[in-house]
């Protein structure tokens, strides 16, 4: 059995940025003070804390754990690619901004 293709933990970080950024812009389609707004926002503090967190830390990326659970982020980031471009689809794109934080969360709990 061949071992998933991951990512290293610079990527991680610079994947998290980008998110970010996709955050920020669908974001900016939503008046402030509604709930698409603030969930988005909510999920942008979480995802945003837990970067800094991965930047600071000596998370050691070659451990079969790190690349399994980024082999399962790389695939819940190709279906957020699929809709988080689309305003129309936020109720999918949040579903998937959840797993996605979620995973990113499960990878730093491997921070010592």
């Known amino acids: ?56 830390s000596a998370i050691n990326d070659k451990t079969k754990e790190f690349k399994d659970l980024t082999a399962s982020l790389k695939a819940i980031n190709e279906e957020l690619r699929q809709t988080i471009d689309d305003v129309d689809k936020i109720a999918t794109t949040f579903e998937t901004l959840v797993k996605f934080v979620g995973a990113i969360q499960k990878i730093a709990e491997l921070v010592p």
């Open 1 to 56: 059995m061949s071992e998933p293709v991951t990512i290293t933990r610079h990527e991680l970080i610079r994947l998290i940025g980008d998110v970010l950024t996709e955050i920020d812009v669908l974001s900016s389609h939503f008046d402030p003070g509604t709930k698409d707004r603030e969930d988005l926002d909510g999920l942008r503090d979480k995802l945003d804390a837990t970067q800094r967190k991965l930047v600071r």
